[in-house]
């Protein structure tokens, strides 16, 4: 029988209750396997796990998006990829018809189901746990907003943006979130020097549009560091672009995450915040 242990819980009462019902439909499979008709129940089995696996995938993305999970296009992949595993389950004994219904394929499916969701949520669900979470002990007014406070009042920034105006904005809700120091930098390549210089800056914002440099050349650039210290700074990039896949993009060459502009302070400084505690300590 399958549990929704503690281990396996992520904090969301959305997504536990959703993980609890497909622990209740593997479970159910796995109570009457013995007993019931073998191709009713494996049918009727894979039929709910695709029906609420999908309704499931497609909430948990939600969440992931509104909490500005920066991994949720991997996670969208992952959870694509378990959607087709079933299908093709489904297509092997119901319409190819390539492998018997016997009770060895019963077995096997019973297996199967064990993995198939409790791996997901162990390996990818329960690293969501940090970013779903409440986190309200770290809201500080600013105003009218309500900004997340850097986790360490030891956080030296550097923003690279050719716009004076948006390099402005970005310095000033770094000073408010509590950074001890805020770099300034009008273009990739005095920005890359600063980046190689004491101090070295613990997250860098930099700005994709550019010349001669763009943004993606930065990550590059920290990416290729031989210093590990300075080959790990978190890199967030930001674009005034309308290209829906600028998240994917700036993952996919080694950005911690993406940002398009006009920006919410606040989704900001929620990711800001995420980003730095998972950092090493300095000391
Ligand atoms: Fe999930
Ligand atoms: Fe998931």
């Given amino acids: 029988m399958l549990e929704l242990t503690d281990d396996l819980r992520i904090g969301h009462p959305i997504i536990d209750a959703d993980h609890q019902r497909l622990i209740d439909i593997i479970n159910e499979f796995n109570d009457h396997s013995a007993s019931l008709n073998n191709e009713k129940l494996m049918h009727e089995t894979l039929k709910a796990l695709l029906s609420y696996g999908r309704e499931h995938f497609a909430r948990e993305e939600k969440i992931q998006r509104e909490c500005m999970y920066p991994y949720h296009n991997m996670h969208f992949h992952e959870h694509k990829a378990l ?8 297509r092997t004994y119901f ?3 390539t492998r018997p219904l016997n009770e060895r394929s019963i077995s096997e499916l019973n297996e199967f189901l064990k993995t198939w969701l409790i791996g997901h949520v162990k390996k990818f669900d329960t690293n969501l746990r940090e970013w779903v979470a409440p986190s309200n002990e770290c809201l500080e007014p600013d105003g009218e907003q309500k900004l997340f406070r850097l986790p360490s009042s030891d956080v030296a920034a550097l923003v690279i943006d050719d716009d004076a105006t948006s390099r402005t904005l970005l310095v000033k809700l770094l000073s408010v979130m509590g950074a001890s120091v805020v770099l300034e930098a009008s273009n990739a390549i005095e920005g890359l020097q600063l980046a190689f210089s004491d101090p070295v800056p613990d997250i860098i914002i930099t700005d994709l549009n550019m010349e001669p440099m763009d943004g993606f050349s930065v990550v590059a650039a920290v990416r290729a560091s031989q210093k590990e210290y300075i080959s790990c700074i978190p890199v967030i990039i930001f674009s005034a672009t309308d290209d829906n896949d600028l ?3 700036s ?18 400084s929620k990711f800001l915040f995420h980003v730095l505690k998972k950092r090493p300590d300095k000391s």
């Fill in 251 to 268: 993952m996919a060459i080694g950005a911690t995450g993406a940002f398009k502009k006009p920006f919410n302070p606040r989704d900001l």
């Fill in 83 to 90: 959607l087709e595993q079933v299908q093709d389950i489904a």
């Fill in 247 to 249: 998240m994917a993009k």
């Fill in 95 to 97: 319409i190819a018809k």
